[in-house]
C-alpha cells in the first residue's frame, strides 16, 4: 500500500475514532428511545466516516506534496536524457519542509560525489593513455633496432637492453599500482602478524642492486609488528621505496617500530604537500614530478594505510629530504 494510503487511513482513523466513541455513548444512553433515533445515529457515524475519509485524503496529499513533488524531481533525473555533469534537482515550487530540504541536500552531495567518481575516471584514462604510451612506444623502439642493429656491439646492446628493461618496469608497476587501487576499493582487507623487521630485509635484498646502481647506500633501521594484509603494505612500501631512490642523493632508510613503517631518503624533500602530491594522476600537473611517478604511488601507500585505521605521514622538515611513515595503528 503507497505511504499516502497509509497516511491518509491513519489521519481517518485518528478523525473517526473519537467521534466513534461519543456517538456510541449517545446511542447507550439513548436505548429505549424510538428507532428513529437510533437510524439519526447511524447515519451520523457514516458520515463521520466519510468526513474522516476526506479530511485523510486531504490532509496526506498535503503533507505529503513535497515528497511528491521530490519524486518527479528524480523521474526528471531519470529521464532528462543528458550527461552525469549536466544533472541536477530543478528547483522546488515552495520552500519545502527541513527534512525534504535534507533529502535534496543529499541528492545533491551523490550527484557532486558521482561527477568527482567521474572526473577521476576520465583523469585516470588520460593518465593510462599518457603513462603507459611512453614507456610502450621506447620499448618498441628499442626492439625495433636491436633487430636491425648487428653490428652495435654487446655493451651498447647490453645498456639498450637495460634500458628497455627500466621501461617494461614503469609499465608493469603502473599497472601494478593500479590493481591494488582498485582492490582497495572494492574489497575487503585480510590482515595477518607481520614480522616488520623482515619485511625489511626482503625490500633491502629486491632494490639491493638498484640502490647500488645510482650509489646510494640503502639501510634498515628498527623491528616491531603489526596487522596487517602483507601483498598491501608490500605495495605501499614498494611504491615509497621508489620514490626515494629515485629522489635520494646519496642514503635511503627503510625504518620499522610497532604498527608503522618508514621510508626516508635525503633528497629535495617533495615539492608539494603530502595531500596534494597523494592525489591519484593529479600530482603530475606539479612542478617537479616525473609522469607516473608518484601520484598513484603516493595515493596508493596512503589507501593502503587508511583502510588498515592509519595515515600517511611526513615527518621530515623542510629542506632536509623526505620521510614518510605508513602509520598501521
Not at 557532486?112 to 584514462?125: G, I, N, P, Q
Not at 617494461?168 to 582487507?189: C, D, F, G, K, P
Not at 635484498?205 to 634498515?220: N, S, T, V
Not at 629515485?246 to 627503510?254: C, E, I, P, T
Amino acid at each position: 500500500m503507497p505511504l499516502k494510503h497509509q497516511l491518509a487511513w491513519v489521519i481517518g482513523l485518528l478523525a473517526f475514532v473519537p467521534n466513534l466513541v461519543i456517538v456510541l455513548t449517545f446511542w447507550v444512553s439513548a436505548r429505549g428511545e424510538p428507532l428513529e433515533t437510533s437510524l439519526f445515529l447511524l447515519s451520523w457515524v457514516l458520515v463521520l466516516a466519510l468526513i474522516a475519509a476526506g479530511v485523510g485524503y486531504v490532509l496526506a496529499n498535503t503533507l505529503l506534496r513535497p515528497v511528491d513533488e521530490l519524486t518527479r524531481s528524480l523521474y526528471y533525473l531519470r529521464g532528462a536524457g543528458r550527461t552525469l555533469a549536466e544533472l541536477s534537482l530543478p528547483s522546488p515550487k515552495q520552500r519545502p519542509p527541513a527534512e525534504i530540504e535534507q533529502l535534496r541536500e543529499g541528492f545533491e552531495e551523490v550527484l557532486d560525489h558521482l561527477r568527482e567518481l567521474l572526473e577521476a575516471r576520465e583523469a585516470t584514462y588520460a593518465a593510462l593513455t599518457h603513462d603507459l604510451k611512453t614507456p610502450l612506444l621506447a620499448s618498441l623502439r628499442a626492439l625495433e633496432y636491436l633487430e636491425e642493429a648487428d653490428k652495435i656491439g654487446p655493451e651498447k646492446r647490453k645498456e639498450m637492453l637495460r634500458s628497455l628493461q627500466d621501461e617494461l618496469n614503469r609499465s608493469y608497476l603502473l599497472v601494478e599500482n593500479l590493481l591494488t587501487a582498485s582492490r582497495l576499493e572494492a574489497q575487503r582487507i585480510q590482515p595477518e602478524n607481520l614480522n616488520l623487521r623482515s619485511i625489511l630485509e626482503d625490500f633491502r635484498l629486491r632494490y639491493a642492486q638498484q640502490a647500488q646502481k645510482r650509489g646510494l647506500h640503502l639501510e634498515i633501521e628498527g623491528a616491531g609488528q603489526a596487522r596487517a594484509e602483507r601483498l598491501l603494505l608490500e605495495r605501499a612500501v614498494a611504491n615509497l621505496t621508489e620514490n626515494a631512490l629515485r629522489h635520494a642523493r646519496s642514503r635511503v632508510v627503510l625504518r620499522a617500530g610497532d604498527g608503522w613503517l618508514e621510508v626516508e631518503d635525503d633528497g629535495p624533500g617533495l615539492p608539494d604537500s603530502l595531500e596534494a602530491l597523494s592525489q591519484p594522476f593529479r600530482s603530475q600537473r606539479l612542478r617537479g614530478v616525473r609522469a607516473g611517478s608518484a601520484g598513484l604511488g603516493l595515493y596508493v601507500a596512503r589507501r593502503v594505510a587508511e583502510v588498515h585505521g592509519g595515515r600517511l605521514e611526513n615527518l621530515a622538515l623542510r629542506g632536509q629530504g623526505t620521510r614518510l611513515r605508513i602509520q598501521l595503528l
